[in-house]
């Protein structure tokens, strides 16, 4: 069953291929759908500030000096925020936005719409993919795997820190020339989701060892 899933739901060359729908291209979004958002993190019972690190994953203009950016939070799960300034470029200013950086973030939750925040600091910088074709291939296909199937208002510290040691990986040199290890950094990452979610069998049987390898070494196989 899970070889099955393995292989049919996350698919052999889109990698993020959701059960319901293929998602939508990466520069492609619409603010119109967020606006209807009903998570916790909008609940007008949370007035307090929020801190959390965010993972940046997708980004989009929104107008000459401002971002719209998606990303996943192990504490929230899937969040939006729209960032003022955003694409703001100067000598004593750059944007800290970026695709594949992790920010710690203080944020206020409402009531409806796009989230803003009110404090953003770098902690982990994953950039230097972009300058690797394969690997930054491989780190979008992720992104969009993390933004397809990561609701909101769902923790998922496991995946999480399974999607920040992939880009780690993925700024390695040798690592992310090879396409074998392209394959399992992908596949190690579906796994990770795949368990945090309760999907795979369980682990606590005497072969658990043995059975985990034989699922990565079938993913592996199946092109993931």
């Keep these: 069953m899970v070889l099955w899933f393995l292989k049919n739901k996350v698919g052999k060359n889109g990698f993020a291929i959701n059960v319901k729908e293929k998602y939508k291209a990466l520069e492609t979004i619409q603010v119109e759908q967020f606006k209807k958002n009903n ?23 929104y107008s000459e000096t401002s971002l719209i950016v998606a990303g996943l939070s192990p504490d929230h799960g899937q969040l939006h925020f729209l960032v003022r300034g955003g694409r703001r470029i100067g000598k004593k200013q750059s944007p800290v936005a970026d695709l594949f950086r992790i920010l710690d973030i203080t944020f206020r939750p409402r009531h409806s719409g796009l989230l803003t925040w009110s404090s953003a600091e770098l902690d982990d910088d994953f950039t230097a993919i972009a300058a690797n074709y394969p690997a930054f291939d491989t780190a979008c296909k992720i992104a969009k795997f993390a933004l397809t199937n990561c609701p909101e208002n769902d923790p998922q510290p496991r995946f999480f820190h399974a999607v920040a040691t992939a880009l780690a990986r ?55």
């Design 39 to 61: 998570s916790s993190v909008h609940s007008p019972v949370m007035n307090t500030p929020l801190t959390t690190r965010f993972l940046v994953l997708r980004k989009t203009a």
């Design 170 to 224: 993925l700024c390695e040199p040798r690592k992310s020339s090879e396409n074998c290890e392209l394959r399992k950094i992908q596949t190690d990452v579906a796994v990770a989701y795949l368990a945090e979610n309760g999907l795979l069998p369980d682990t606590r049987t005497v072969d658990s060892l043995d059975q985990a390898n034989r699922i990565l070494r079938d993913a592996e196989c199946a092109g993931m």
